[in-house]
Protein backbone atom coordinates (compact mmCIF):
# COMPACT_ATOMS: atom_id res chain seq x y z
CA UNK A 1 0.00 0.00 0.00
CA UNK A 2 2.82 2.36 0.34
CA UNK A 3 2.84 2.53 -3.34
CA UNK A 4 -0.63 4.08 -3.61
CA UNK A 5 0.33 6.69 -0.57
CA UNK A 6 3.39 7.88 -2.73
CA UNK A 7 1.17 8.61 -5.28
CA UNK A 8 0.11 12.66 -5.86
CA UNK A 9 -3.72 13.55 -4.67
CA UNK A 10 -4.63 13.62 -7.82
CA UNK A 11 -3.59 10.31 -8.98
CA UNK A 12 -5.02 8.44 -5.60
CA UNK A 13 -8.32 10.27 -6.46
CA UNK A 14 -8.10 8.68 -10.01
CA UNK A 15 -7.22 5.06 -8.69
CA UNK A 16 -10.15 5.11 -6.74
CA UNK A 17 -12.44 6.21 -9.18
CA UNK A 18 -10.92 2.97 -11.29
CA UNK A 19 -11.68 0.87 -8.27
CA UNK A 20 -7.81 0.15 -7.97
CA UNK A 21 -8.50 1.01 -4.32
CA UNK A 22 -11.37 1.45 -2.19
CA UNK A 23 -11.51 4.59 0.22
CA UNK A 24 -11.92 2.89 3.35
CA UNK A 25 -7.80 0.74 2.31
CA UNK A 26 -6.56 3.69 0.87
CA UNK A 27 -7.62 5.85 4.39
CA UNK A 28 -6.84 2.33 6.66
CA UNK A 29 -3.27 2.49 4.53
CA UNK A 30 -2.73 6.09 5.94
CA UNK A 31 -3.47 5.47 9.11
CA UNK A 32 -1.28 2.47 9.38
CA UNK A 33 1.78 3.95 7.68
CA UNK A 34 1.11 7.34 11.13
CA UNK A 35 0.94 4.34 13.75
CA UNK A 36 4.53 2.52 12.28
CA UNK A 37 6.72 5.91 11.61
CA UNK A 38 4.98 8.38 13.51
CA UNK A 39 6.95 7.53 16.66
CA UNK A 40 10.15 8.85 14.89
CA UNK A 41 8.16 12.23 13.34
CA UNK A 42 5.91 13.32 15.70
CA UNK A 43 3.83 15.19 13.32
CA UNK A 44 0.40 13.99 14.28
CA UNK A 45 -1.03 15.35 18.07
CA UNK A 46 -4.29 12.74 17.71
CA UNK A 47 -5.50 10.30 15.19
CA UNK A 48 -8.94 10.92 14.38
CA UNK A 49 -9.65 7.49 12.82
CA UNK A 50 -13.19 7.29 13.14
CA UNK A 51 -14.28 10.22 11.13
CA UNK A 52 -11.76 9.46 8.65
CA UNK A 53 -13.32 5.96 8.27
CA UNK A 54 -16.94 7.01 8.65
CA UNK A 55 -16.32 9.73 5.45
CA UNK A 56 -14.09 7.21 3.43
CA UNK A 57 -17.26 5.01 3.98
CA UNK A 58 -19.60 7.33 2.37
CA UNK A 59 -16.97 7.32 -0.63
CA UNK A 60 -17.22 3.80 -1.19
CA UNK A 61 -21.09 3.75 -1.06
CA UNK A 62 -20.81 6.44 -4.14
CA UNK A 63 -18.64 4.66 -5.95
CA UNK A 64 -20.82 1.64 -5.49
CA UNK A 65 -23.85 3.83 -6.79
CA UNK A 66 -21.80 4.86 -9.66
CA UNK A 67 -22.46 8.99 -8.56
CA UNK A 68 -20.23 11.13 -9.26
CA UNK A 69 -17.48 12.25 -6.49
CA UNK A 70 -16.51 15.36 -5.26
CA UNK A 71 -12.90 16.88 -5.75
CA UNK A 72 -10.58 15.11 -3.70
CA UNK A 73 -12.89 12.70 -1.96
CA UNK A 74 -11.54 10.05 -0.44
CA UNK A 75 -7.75 10.98 -0.43
CA UNK A 76 -6.59 11.63 3.00
CA UNK A 77 -5.42 15.01 4.80
CA UNK A 78 -3.58 15.79 7.88
CA UNK A 79 -5.50 19.18 9.69
CA UNK A 80 -3.19 21.37 11.55
CA UNK A 81 -4.18 21.23 15.12
CA UNK A 82 -5.36 25.09 15.42
CA UNK A 83 -8.43 24.09 12.94
CA UNK A 84 -11.45 22.45 14.70
CA UNK A 85 -12.91 19.63 13.51
CA UNK A 86 -16.45 18.75 16.00
CA UNK A 87 -15.73 15.66 18.10
CA UNK A 88 -11.83 16.04 18.14
CA UNK A 89 -9.28 17.70 20.10
CA UNK A 90 -7.68 21.31 18.82
CA UNK A 91 -5.08 21.96 21.23
CA UNK A 92 -3.09 24.06 19.32
CA UNK A 93 -0.28 22.20 20.87
CA UNK A 94 -0.80 23.93 23.68
CA UNK A 95 -1.28 22.70 27.44
CA UNK A 96 -3.73 25.87 27.92
CA UNK A 97 -6.15 23.60 25.18
CA UNK A 98 -4.85 20.05 26.04
CA UNK A 99 -8.50 18.77 26.26
CA UNK A 100 -10.18 21.40 24.44
CA UNK A 101 -12.69 19.20 22.23
CA UNK A 102 -13.88 21.52 19.18
CA UNK A 103 -17.58 22.42 19.63
CA UNK A 104 -18.29 23.50 16.09
CA UNK A 105 -16.07 22.77 12.75
CA UNK A 106 -14.19 25.03 10.80
CA UNK A 107 -15.77 26.67 7.82
CA UNK A 108 -12.24 24.94 6.00
CA UNK A 109 -12.59 21.54 7.71
CA UNK A 110 -16.35 21.64 7.20
CA UNK A 111 -15.33 22.12 3.28
CA UNK A 112 -13.28 19.04 3.37
CA UNK A 113 -15.72 16.99 5.15
CA UNK A 114 -18.73 18.36 2.38
CA UNK A 115 -16.31 16.74 -0.10
CA UNK A 116 -15.63 13.68 1.48
CA UNK A 117 -12.04 14.28 2.32
CA UNK A 118 -10.90 11.64 5.12
CA UNK A 119 -9.14 13.61 7.67
CA UNK A 120 -7.09 11.46 9.38
CA UNK A 121 -5.62 13.47 12.29
CA UNK A 122 -4.78 16.33 13.96
CA UNK A 123 -0.75 17.92 12.62
CA UNK A 124 1.47 19.24 15.74
CA UNK A 125 2.53 22.99 15.28
CA UNK A 126 4.34 25.27 17.24
CA UNK A 127 2.41 26.76 20.27
CA UNK A 128 -0.88 28.64 18.78
CA UNK A 129 1.42 28.84 15.51
CA UNK A 130 4.06 31.11 16.85
CA UNK A 131 7.24 29.55 15.24
CA UNK A 132 9.53 28.85 12.97
CA UNK A 133 10.74 25.26 13.91
CA UNK A 134 8.05 23.33 15.28
CA UNK A 135 9.94 22.83 18.70
CA UNK A 136 7.41 25.30 20.41
CA UNK A 137 4.55 22.38 20.44
CA UNK A 138 4.09 22.02 24.18
CA UNK A 139 3.46 18.39 23.48
CA UNK A 140 6.79 17.06 21.15
CA UNK A 141 9.31 18.04 18.89
CA UNK A 142 8.47 17.45 15.22
CA UNK A 143 11.20 15.66 13.19
CA UNK A 144 12.23 16.46 9.49
CA UNK A 145 11.11 13.28 7.34
CA UNK A 146 14.86 13.96 4.97
CA UNK A 147 16.47 14.08 8.07
CA UNK A 148 15.47 13.40 11.89
CA UNK A 149 17.91 15.64 13.07
CA UNK A 150 16.57 18.58 11.50
CA UNK A 151 13.50 20.71 12.39
CA UNK A 152 11.14 20.28 9.55
CA UNK A 153 10.30 24.29 9.74
CA UNK A 154 7.12 26.20 11.23
CA UNK A 155 4.86 26.35 12.75
CA UNK A 156 2.74 24.04 10.28
CA UNK A 157 5.55 21.55 10.89
CA UNK A 158 3.18 18.14 11.71
CA UNK A 159 1.19 19.24 7.79
CA UNK A 160 4.56 19.67 5.83
CA UNK A 161 6.18 15.92 7.68
CA UNK A 162 3.09 14.43 7.36
CA UNK A 163 2.68 15.38 3.56
CA UNK A 164 6.27 14.55 2.45
CA UNK A 165 6.76 11.16 4.45
CA UNK A 166 3.60 10.42 2.20
CA UNK A 167 1.42 9.76 6.13
CA UNK A 168 -1.39 11.86 4.34
CA UNK A 169 -1.61 13.51 0.38
CA UNK A 170 -2.47 16.55 1.59
CA UNK A 171 -2.81 18.69 4.71
CA UNK A 172 -4.17 21.94 6.09
CA UNK A 173 -1.66 24.64 7.69
CA UNK A 174 -1.56 28.25 8.67
CA UNK A 175 0.36 30.98 7.64
CA UNK A 176 0.55 34.24 9.69
CA UNK A 177 3.77 34.77 8.60
CA UNK A 178 5.67 31.85 6.94
CA UNK A 179 4.21 29.23 8.69
CA UNK A 180 2.77 27.21 5.52
CA UNK A 181 5.87 28.16 2.98
CA UNK A 182 8.85 27.83 5.17
CA UNK A 183 7.77 23.99 6.01
CA UNK A 184 7.29 22.96 2.91
CA UNK A 185 10.40 23.94 1.76
CA UNK A 186 12.20 22.34 4.79
CA UNK A 187 10.55 19.42 4.07
CA UNK A 188 10.76 19.73 0.03
CA UNK A 189 6.85 19.75 -0.79
CA UNK A 190 4.57 22.33 -2.11
CA UNK A 191 2.74 24.95 0.22
CA UNK A 192 0.83 27.75 -0.51
CA UNK A 193 -0.43 31.00 1.10
CA UNK A 194 -3.35 32.22 -0.34
CA UNK A 195 -4.20 35.88 -0.80
CA UNK A 196 -5.98 37.41 2.53
CA UNK A 197 -9.73 36.79 2.56
CA UNK A 198 -9.59 34.03 0.28
CA UNK A 199 -10.07 30.85 2.85
CA UNK A 200 -12.72 31.63 5.62
CA UNK A 201 -10.32 31.44 9.00
CA UNK A 202 -13.72 30.91 10.80
CA UNK A 203 -12.80 28.37 13.35
CA UNK A 204 -9.19 28.89 12.97
CA UNK A 205 -7.12 29.91 16.57
CA UNK A 206 -6.66 33.05 15.45
CA UNK A 207 -3.13 34.11 16.30
CA UNK A 208 -2.65 37.73 14.94
CA UNK A 209 -6.15 37.56 12.64
CA UNK A 210 -5.19 40.53 9.85
CA UNK A 211 -2.01 38.21 9.38
CA UNK A 212 -3.14 34.56 9.49
CA UNK A 213 -4.54 32.68 6.29
CA UNK A 214 -5.56 28.98 6.04
CA UNK A 215 -4.01 27.28 2.74
CA UNK A 216 -3.12 24.05 1.18
CA UNK A 217 0.13 21.26 1.66
CA UNK A 218 0.60 18.86 -1.16
CA UNK A 219 3.03 16.91 -3.34
CA UNK A 220 2.88 18.39 -6.33
CA UNK A 221 1.36 21.65 -7.19
CA UNK A 222 -2.16 20.61 -9.34
CA UNK A 223 -2.64 19.04 -5.85
CA UNK A 224 -2.14 22.31 -4.37
CA UNK A 225 -4.13 23.89 -6.66
CA UNK A 226 -7.22 21.69 -6.37
CA UNK A 227 -7.23 21.78 -2.30
CA UNK A 228 -7.26 25.25 -2.58
CA UNK A 229 -10.73 25.03 -4.88
CA UNK A 230 -12.19 22.89 -1.99
CA UNK A 231 -11.71 25.39 0.94
CA UNK A 232 -11.88 28.54 -0.50
CA UNK A 233 -14.86 31.35 -0.92
CA UNK A 234 -16.89 33.68 0.74
CA UNK A 235 -18.02 33.01 4.43
CA UNK A 236 -21.14 34.68 6.42
CA UNK A 237 -19.38 33.59 9.38
CA UNK A 238 -15.77 35.65 8.68
CA UNK A 239 -15.95 39.23 8.06
CA UNK A 240 -12.96 39.50 6.40
CA UNK A 241 -13.75 36.61 3.75
CA UNK A 242 -13.81 37.86 0.15
CA UNK A 243 -17.20 37.74 -1.96
CA UNK A 244 -15.90 36.26 -4.92
CA UNK A 245 -16.40 32.99 -6.83
CA UNK A 246 -14.32 29.76 -6.39
CA UNK A 247 -12.12 29.62 -9.01
CA UNK A 248 -10.87 26.87 -11.32
CA UNK A 249 -7.06 26.81 -10.74
CA UNK A 250 -6.35 23.25 -12.76
CA UNK A 251 -8.18 24.74 -15.79
CA UNK A 252 -4.90 27.77 -16.22
CA UNK A 253 -1.86 25.23 -15.20
CA UNK A 254 -0.67 24.62 -18.21
CA UNK A 255 -0.76 27.93 -19.86
CA UNK A 256 2.18 29.05 -21.77
CA UNK A 257 4.25 31.56 -19.73
CA UNK A 258 5.73 33.06 -22.75
CA UNK A 259 6.53 36.66 -22.42
CA UNK A 260 5.52 36.73 -18.98
CA UNK A 261 7.69 39.20 -16.93
CA UNK A 262 9.40 37.86 -13.55
CA UNK A 263 10.65 39.97 -11.06
CA UNK A 264 13.83 38.40 -8.56
CA UNK A 265 13.47 40.15 -5.27
CA UNK A 266 17.13 41.72 -5.22
CA UNK A 267 17.02 42.16 -1.31
CA UNK A 268 16.43 38.40 -0.87
CA UNK A 269 18.95 37.03 -3.34
CA UNK A 270 21.81 39.23 -1.76
CA UNK A 271 24.10 38.59 1.14
CA UNK A 272 23.43 35.76 4.20
CA UNK A 273 22.24 33.28 1.05
CA UNK A 274 23.33 29.56 1.82
CA UNK A 275 25.46 28.94 -1.58
CA UNK A 276 23.15 26.12 -2.59
CA UNK A 277 20.51 28.09 -2.00
CA UNK A 278 21.64 30.32 -4.10
CA UNK A 279 22.20 28.03 -6.90
CA UNK A 280 19.04 26.75 -7.30
CA UNK A 281 17.38 30.52 -8.07
CA UNK A 282 19.73 30.70 -10.77
CA UNK A 283 18.81 27.41 -11.71
CA UNK A 284 15.34 28.92 -11.18
CA UNK A 285 15.44 31.58 -13.16
CA UNK A 286 17.30 29.87 -15.92
CA UNK A 287 14.72 27.57 -16.08
CA UNK A 288 12.07 30.62 -16.53
CA UNK A 289 13.64 32.51 -18.88
CA UNK A 290 14.24 28.69 -21.14
CA UNK A 291 10.55 28.92 -20.63
CA UNK A 292 10.03 31.86 -22.26
CA UNK A 293 9.64 34.39 -19.32
CA UNK A 294 11.19 37.60 -18.99
CA UNK A 295 13.37 37.80 -16.18
CA UNK A 296 14.17 41.76 -14.79
CA UNK A 297 16.07 42.45 -11.54
CA UNK A 298 13.56 44.16 -9.20
CA UNK A 299 13.41 46.57 -5.36
CA UNK A 300 11.64 46.10 -2.26
CA UNK A 301 13.84 48.61 -0.47
CA UNK A 302 11.48 48.84 2.49
CA UNK A 303 11.63 44.39 2.88
CA UNK A 304 14.10 44.89 5.44
CA UNK A 305 11.62 46.58 7.62
CA UNK A 306 9.26 43.90 7.75
CA UNK A 307 10.43 41.39 10.29
CA UNK A 308 10.24 43.94 12.53
CA UNK A 309 7.17 45.38 11.66
CA UNK A 310 5.58 42.15 11.88
CA UNK A 311 6.94 41.54 15.55
CA UNK A 312 5.05 44.51 16.39
CA UNK A 313 2.14 43.98 14.73
CA UNK A 314 1.89 39.90 15.50
CA UNK A 315 2.75 40.06 19.02
CA UNK A 316 -0.06 42.96 19.48
CA UNK A 317 -2.76 41.14 18.20
CA UNK A 318 -1.53 37.76 19.29
CA UNK A 319 -1.73 39.49 23.28
CA UNK A 320 -5.40 40.16 22.25
CA UNK A 321 -6.20 37.72 20.60
CA UNK A 322 -4.91 35.01 23.50
CA UNK A 323 -6.76 37.31 26.52
CA UNK A 324 -9.86 34.81 26.08
CA UNK A 325 -7.46 32.00 27.42
CA UNK A 326 -8.09 33.00 31.48
CA UNK A 327 -9.87 29.76 32.37
CA UNK A 328 -13.09 31.06 32.64
CA UNK A 329 -14.52 29.62 29.32
CA UNK A 330 -11.90 27.58 27.50
CA UNK A 331 -9.19 25.04 28.08
CA UNK A 332 -7.24 24.28 30.90
CA UNK A 333 -8.15 25.94 34.53
CA UNK A 334 -5.62 25.90 37.64
CA UNK A 335 -6.33 24.20 40.54
CA UNK A 336 -4.84 26.17 42.91
CA UNK A 337 -6.27 29.79 43.05
CA UNK A 338 -7.55 31.83 46.03
CA UNK A 339 -9.23 34.41 44.15
CA UNK A 340 -10.44 35.15 41.06
CA UNK A 341 -7.18 37.39 39.86
CA UNK A 342 -4.88 34.91 40.98
CA UNK A 343 -6.90 32.24 39.12
CA UNK A 344 -6.37 34.12 35.56
CA UNK A 345 -3.05 34.87 36.38
CA UNK A 346 -1.71 30.62 37.43
CA UNK A 347 -4.11 29.62 34.44
CA UNK A 348 -2.25 31.56 32.16
CA UNK A 349 1.60 31.15 33.96
CA UNK A 350 0.76 27.22 33.90
CA UNK A 351 -1.04 26.78 30.33
CA UNK A 352 1.51 29.13 27.81
CA UNK A 353 4.45 27.93 27.04
CA UNK A 354 7.68 30.40 26.82
CA UNK A 355 7.43 32.45 23.39
CA UNK A 356 3.89 32.74 23.54
CA UNK A 357 4.35 34.67 26.87
CA UNK A 358 6.98 36.05 25.52
CA UNK A 359 4.77 37.01 22.60
CA UNK A 360 1.77 38.20 24.85
CA UNK A 361 4.36 40.62 26.79
CA UNK A 362 5.90 42.15 23.63
CA UNK A 363 2.19 42.72 22.05
CA UNK A 364 0.77 44.17 25.39
CA UNK A 365 3.82 46.73 25.28
CA UNK A 366 3.25 47.63 22.05
CA UNK A 367 -0.44 48.50 22.61
CA UNK A 368 0.11 50.23 25.87
CA UNK A 369 -0.90 53.78 26.20
CA UNK A 370 2.62 55.35 26.10
CA UNK A 371 4.03 53.49 23.65
CA UNK A 372 1.09 53.34 21.41
CA UNK A 373 2.17 55.61 18.56
CA UNK A 374 5.55 54.53 18.63
CA UNK A 375 5.43 51.27 18.13
CA UNK A 376 1.96 49.81 17.06
CA UNK A 377 1.05 52.56 14.97
CA UNK A 378 4.39 53.17 13.23
CA UNK A 379 4.15 49.60 12.60
CA UNK A 380 1.31 49.93 10.81
CA UNK A 381 2.24 52.79 8.95
CA UNK A 382 5.40 50.77 7.48
CA UNK A 383 2.68 47.62 6.88
CA UNK A 384 1.50 50.53 4.33
CA UNK A 385 4.67 51.15 3.12
CA UNK A 386 5.89 47.49 2.00
CA UNK A 387 2.52 47.12 0.97
CA UNK A 388 2.75 49.86 -1.72
CA UNK A 389 6.26 48.56 -2.94
CA UNK A 390 4.61 45.55 -3.89
CA UNK A 391 2.31 47.97 -5.71
CA UNK A 392 4.86 49.55 -7.10
CA UNK A 393 6.85 46.41 -8.57
CA UNK A 394 3.85 44.76 -9.40
CA UNK A 395 3.28 47.33 -11.85
CA UNK A 396 6.09 46.36 -13.73
CA UNK A 397 6.02 42.37 -13.53
CA UNK A 398 3.30 39.82 -13.24
CA UNK A 399 5.59 37.75 -10.59
CA UNK A 400 8.29 37.47 -8.11
CA UNK A 401 10.66 34.67 -7.36
CA UNK A 402 12.87 34.51 -4.13
CA UNK A 403 14.03 31.80 -2.05
CA UNK A 404 11.53 30.96 0.61
CA UNK A 405 14.17 30.92 3.06
CA UNK A 406 18.17 31.62 2.87
CA UNK A 407 18.94 28.54 4.18
CA UNK A 408 17.57 25.04 3.89
CA UNK A 409 16.48 22.88 7.39
CA UNK A 410 19.12 23.59 10.31
CA UNK A 411 19.42 21.18 12.90
CA UNK A 412 16.99 20.61 15.70
CA UNK A 413 17.72 22.65 18.86
CA UNK A 414 20.18 24.34 16.98
CA UNK A 415 18.20 28.19 17.53
CA UNK A 416 15.79 27.73 20.54
CA UNK A 417 18.52 30.04 22.43
CA UNK A 418 18.34 32.73 20.56
CA UNK A 419 14.57 33.86 19.76
CA UNK A 420 15.95 36.75 17.18
CA UNK A 421 17.92 34.39 15.09
CA UNK A 422 14.90 31.63 14.78
CA UNK A 423 12.79 35.08 14.07
CA UNK A 424 15.13 35.93 10.95
CA UNK A 425 14.17 32.45 9.56
CA UNK A 426 10.98 34.37 8.21
CA UNK A 427 12.87 37.16 6.31
CA UNK A 428 11.57 36.34 2.38
CA UNK A 429 8.37 35.06 3.78
CA UNK A 430 6.44 37.81 6.19
CA UNK A 431 6.17 40.75 3.88
CA UNK A 432 3.47 38.63 1.89
CA UNK A 433 1.13 38.66 4.62
CA UNK A 434 2.12 41.98 5.25
CA UNK A 435 0.43 42.80 2.04
CA UNK A 436 -1.75 40.06 1.85
CA UNK A 437 -0.49 38.57 -1.08
CA UNK A 438 -0.55 35.08 -2.61
CA UNK A 439 2.66 33.22 -2.11
CA UNK A 440 3.55 29.98 -2.78
CA UNK A 441 7.10 27.31 -1.58
CA UNK A 442 7.62 24.13 -4.42
CA UNK A 443 10.68 22.33 -4.40
CA UNK A 444 13.31 23.86 -6.37
CA UNK A 445 16.20 21.29 -5.80
CA UNK A 446 18.69 19.86 -3.08
CA UNK A 447 21.68 21.53 -1.06
CA UNK A 448 25.02 19.13 -0.47
CA UNK A 449 23.60 17.94 2.36
CA UNK A 450 20.49 15.83 0.42
CA UNK A 451 17.92 18.66 2.16
CA UNK A 452 15.17 20.64 0.17
CA UNK A 453 15.56 24.25 -0.90
CA UNK A 454 12.46 25.59 -1.84
CA UNK A 455 11.43 28.33 -4.57
CA UNK A 456 9.45 31.12 -3.53
CA UNK A 457 6.53 32.69 -6.12
CA UNK A 458 4.36 36.00 -5.08
CA UNK A 459 1.41 37.55 -7.31
CA UNK A 460 -0.30 40.24 -6.76
CA UNK A 461 -4.04 39.62 -4.34
CA UNK A 462 -6.08 37.34 -6.05
CA UNK A 463 -3.80 36.27 -8.74
CA UNK A 464 -3.66 32.98 -7.41
CA UNK A 465 -4.11 31.10 -11.26
CA UNK A 466 -1.31 33.19 -12.40
CA UNK A 467 0.59 31.65 -9.32
CA UNK A 468 -0.24 28.16 -9.55
CA UNK A 469 0.52 28.38 -13.56
CA UNK A 470 4.20 29.24 -13.07
CA UNK A 471 4.52 26.78 -9.98
CA UNK A 472 3.13 24.52 -12.32
CA UNK A 473 5.61 24.97 -15.33
CA UNK A 474 8.46 25.04 -13.13
CA UNK A 475 7.71 21.77 -11.65
CA UNK A 476 6.82 20.02 -14.84
CA UNK A 477 10.94 21.19 -15.80
CA UNK A 478 12.36 19.15 -13.36
CA UNK A 479 11.44 16.01 -11.34
CA UNK A 480 12.39 17.07 -7.65
CA UNK A 481 8.95 16.57 -6.96
CA UNK A 482 9.44 12.85 -7.72
CA UNK A 483 11.62 12.59 -5.43
CA UNK A 484 10.33 11.15 -2.02
CA UNK A 485 11.96 11.41 2.03
CA UNK A 486 13.29 8.22 2.78
CA UNK A 487 11.27 6.97 5.93
N1 LIG B 1 7.50 32.01 12.18
C1 LIG B 1 6.61 33.11 12.29
C2 LIG B 1 6.28 33.35 13.74
O1 LIG B 1 6.87 32.74 14.54
C3 LIG B 1 5.38 32.86 11.48
C4 LIG B 1 4.42 31.96 12.13
C5 LIG B 1 3.19 31.72 11.32
O2 LIG B 1 3.14 32.01 10.13
N2 LIG B 1 2.16 31.23 11.99
O3 LIG B 1 5.44 34.12 14.08
Redesign the pocket.
Given at each position: MLEILKKSAMEQSRALKNKEVSAVELTKASLERIKSIDEKLGAFNSLTEETALETAKKVDEKIAAGEELPLLAGVPLALKDNMNLIGSKTTASSKILENFVSPYNATATQKLLDNLIPIVGKANLDEF????SNENSAFKKVHNPWNLNKVPG??SGGSAASVASCEAALALG??????IRLPASFCGIVGMKPTYGKVSRYGLIA?ASSLDQIGPFARTVEDAAALLEVISGYDKHDSTSLKLPVENYRNSLNNDIKGMKIGVVKELVQEGLAEDVQKAIQNAINTYKSLGAEIVEVSLPNLKHSIGIYYIL?TAECSSNLARFDGVKYGHRTDDAKNLLEMYCKTRAEGFGPEVKRRIMLGTYALSSGYYDAYYKKALQMRKVVTEDFLRVFAQVDALIAPTCPNTAFDLGSKTEDPLAMYLT?IATISANLAGIPAISIPAGFDKDGMPIGLQIMTPQLTEAKLFNLSYKFEQAHDYYKQLANI
Open positions: AMGSGSSDTGGSFAD
